[in-house]
Structures are given as C-alpha cells and as structure tokens.
C-alpha cells in the first residue's frame, strides 16, 4: 500500500511529464488537462493519507508512552513500519551515542556496535538522494523523528565521611524554554529524499475564450506556464564543548547534544519559512516574497473586519478555501486577539475561546517579529493557505566531530550540516498585516 510520500513521488513524476509536454512544439493540452486532474485525485489522496499516518504516530508514540518529536510531520517518512521492525530500529537509537561515536573517533578506532550501525542507516539514505555524509558521524532523517530518551537516572554517592551509602538522585534535566514551531503543523507540504535541483512546472496564465458570430473564425488562446524551484541551501553551525563536561555531565550530555541540534533544526527552518530574507544563501520566507498582499490594520489593531479582509483577500484570488487556510502570529498578537472585541455590547472578541479567528484556525510561533525589525514593536501576523507553502530537504543532517581545532583549549567541536529549501506555490495564497501594535 502506498504511504503519502509515495503518492507524492508519484505526482511529481507526473509534473515532470506535464512539463516535458508543455515543452513541445505542439503541446497536446487535452493530455496535459488529463494529467492536471490525475493531480487533483493525488492531493485528496495525499490530503488522506497524511492525516491517517498523523494520527497513527500519535497512536503509536502514546503506546510507547513517549510524545511525538518535533520533526514528525504528516506525509514526512515512510508509513509507521510494523511494531515488531519500530522496537528494533527505536532499540538501536536508544543505544546510540554521540559521545560514544565521539571516543571512537577521538581513540582512532572504527565504530563500531550501534554507533556503526546508525551511520550506516545515515549513509544509506544520503546515498538515496545522491548525497554523500561529509562528516564522521551521520544522523539520519528518520532517527530525527523520534524523541529523546527518557533521561536516564545516574546515582553518585556524597563524598562525606558517614554519607557515602547515601545516594543523590538526579532528576531528569529541565528542558529550554524555546519557539514551539507552528509552519509544519498548519499544513506545510515538505517533500523529503530530494535528489538535486526540484522544479515544479506551474500554470501562468489559463485559456481565454471568445463570444463569436456563427461563421466567425474563432481566436487562438495559449496558456502558458512558468516554475518554481527547490534549490538546497546549506544550514550549518557548530558547537564547542570541553572534554571534562562530557566526562563529568551528571545528565546524558549526549543525547542532550542531539536534542539541542534536532530542535535548532528545526526552530530555525520554521523561522525561515516564514521571514527568511533571502540574502546570500539564506532561503526566502513568505513575508518577503514579492507580490504577497498586505491587510491595512484600523488604527494598528486587527479589528473583526480587518480580520475578515485576509479570507477575503485569498477568495478573491480564487485561493482554493479547502481548509488549509489559517492564520499565524507570535503569542502577543494572541492574547490581543483574545482581549479585541468583536463589537460593542455582544461580549464577544475577535478570537472566540476555541482559539478561532473569524471562524478560521490560529497558529501560534513566536518566530514571527513583534517589532517590524526595527524596534517599532509592531508585530506580523500571517493568514494562508498553509498547504501553499514548499518546503525541501535533502537527506537528514550531518555531523563532524573535530578534535583538533580547539584540542589546546581541551575543547572538542560538533560541525552541523543540513540542506534544505522554501517556496510557495503562489504569492496570492498568503497575506500579511505588519503594523499591529498590541496592548
């Protein structure tokens, strides 16, 4: 049975026919109209498909008594594998360690046990979409799936004369306060296991028809097309630490690493896809994306029939309203949202207490500005058709140990890589307000 990332492997094969065909001399634009609505059926099955493997890694992972990772998307990975083939690949993840893949390299020796076998799992897959770990230590996409393990408990005995059968338990390590990110969970498409350069053939302009006299000849109509492209765009970083941590760290300082390079990961691809500025290489993101509509605000305040502009604006632009739409803000527009009333004397405000705006869904995330950039604080607020919204990945992330670099200061170094991309289907899919003031 197909998953949803088969199907949308099928669908690109099938665009990529589509753009062969407009290519020709002679486009066959019956052909091509027949292949537009093999699309269609895909988008609903697809549609499908992500929330029935949504709803079964939550099943599963609440089976396991563990929560869904951050990375876990609908339509991201393969189908739930059978319980039997998950205990075992969790087993193996379970077991493998940063820091133990880190002595190996640093002693010179080859790895071995699960850190062996999970870099293998890493090479595989970037082999798949043509790619190759550049590091000495690989984490593959799948294994960024799932979350950390449950701290492990570590007891030391006090050092004082009488106390040594004493035991001091640790509790598990309380976790940063950080950016819960919101663009996958509204509904991004993000297509995995890329191989090179993506382009997705797009419909510019559609046919136009004419009303003519009875032996009139009638006029030819061309509809063109254009594209739109997912480039993969180096995301990378590292991060020093000293050698006596790793030894004395009275919580899993490994697993710690790797929770901490998953969740900036995945914090800072959710950032740019919505504000990246697109400079050097740096991924655009949707709000400076040219031609994306501007809702004016009353008085810097998103009133109820500001609120109402932004569904209007989408409709307008035939922005297809099959529930994917929703708006987005950083947590201060909420709570002014929550505080706006709707009207004078009914009680009610423009966010009702199901969290819905204007009878549509709201997204929180902070990655969105609250000052305008420049200190105004005036914050953005986004409305979409969020499954508009392309977001590319090659392969998982890649991770090089250095034990050279800093070795005079006794600090080893973690070099991360990751490749990844933005776009939208169409600017007209999303408008933005960018001069509210709350309070």
């Known amino acids: 049975m197909k998953n949803s990332q088969d199907l949308k492997n099928q669908k690109l094969d099938i665009l990529k026919q589509i753009e062969k065909m407009a290519e020709g001399k002679e486009p066959d634009f019956k052909a091509i109209e027949k292949l537009q609505a093999e699309i269609k059926d895909l988008d609903k099955m697809i549609a499908i498909k992500m929330e029935i493997e949504a709803a079964t890694a939550e099943r599963m992972a609440a089976e396991k008594k563990i929560s869904p990772a951050a990375n876990v998307h609908p339509g991201g990975g393969d189908d739930p594998t059978p319980d039997s083939e998950e205990k075992a690949e969790m087993k193996l993840f379970a077991e493998f360690s940063i820091y133990k893949s880190l002595q190996q390299i640093k002693s010179k020796e080859a790895l071995s046990g699960a850190e062996k076998e999970v870099f293998q799992i890493a090479q595989k897959e970037a082999a ?14 799948k294994m960024i ?11 030391v005995t006090v050092g004082v004369e009488g106390t040594n059968i004493v035991e001091t338990t640790f ?3 309380i976790p940063l306060l950080e950016i819960d990110p919101a663009v996958i969970r509204a509904g991004a498409r993000v297509f995995t296991g890329l ?13 136009d028809l004419n009303w003519e006299g009875e032996v009139d000849p ?9 594209n739109i492209k997912l480039i993969p765009n180096r995301l990378a970083g590292f991060i020093d630490y000293s050698i006596q941590s790793g030894i004395q760290s009275n919580f899993d300082l490994e697993a710690d690493l790797r929770e901490r390079l998953s969740r900036a990961y995945s914090i800072e691809w959710d950032r740019v896809a919505l504000v990246g500025s697109g400079i050097g ?13 501007t809702i004016p605000t009353d008085s810097n305040k998103v009133t109820w029939t500001v609120a109402l502009q932004f569904p209007g604006a989408l409709n307008q632009a035939n922005v297809p309203a099959d529930g994917a739409q929703a708006y987005m803000a950083a947590a201060i527009v909420k709570a002014d949202l ?3 009333p709707k009207d004078t004397g009914s009680g009610l405000f423009v966010m009702n207490d199901a969290g819905m705006v204007a009878g549509m869904p709201f997204h929180m995330d902070n990655n969105l ?4 950039g420049t200190g105004n604080n005036e914050a953005t607020m986004i409305y979409g058709r969020w499954n508009s919204l392309y977001l590319g990945q090659w392969g998982g992330f890649s991770i090089l140990f250095d034990p050279y670099t800093q070795a005079v200061n006794g600090t080893n170094r973690l070099v991360l890589n990751a490749y990844l991309d933005v776009q939208v289907e169409h600017v007209e899919a999303f408008a933005i307000a960018e001069d509210i003031i709350p309070g």
């Open 195 to 207: 191989n090179g350069d993506v382009q997705f053939p797009r419909n510019a302009t559609g046919a």
């Open 338 to 340: 929550m505080a706006q």
């Open 171 to 173: 509790g598990p390590k």
């Open 369 to 372: 500005p609250i000052d305008g």
């Open 128 to 141: 798949l979409v043509g790619l190759e770990i550049i590091g000495n230590i690989g984490i593959p996409q």
């Open 145 to 155: 799936r799932y979350p950390g393990l449950e701290a492990r408990r570590k007891i």
């Open 218 to 226: 009638a006029q030819e109509t061309t509809p063109t097309y254009d």
């Open 281 to 293: 290489n740096e991924p655009l993101g949707i709000v400076n994306f040219v031609g994306i509509g």
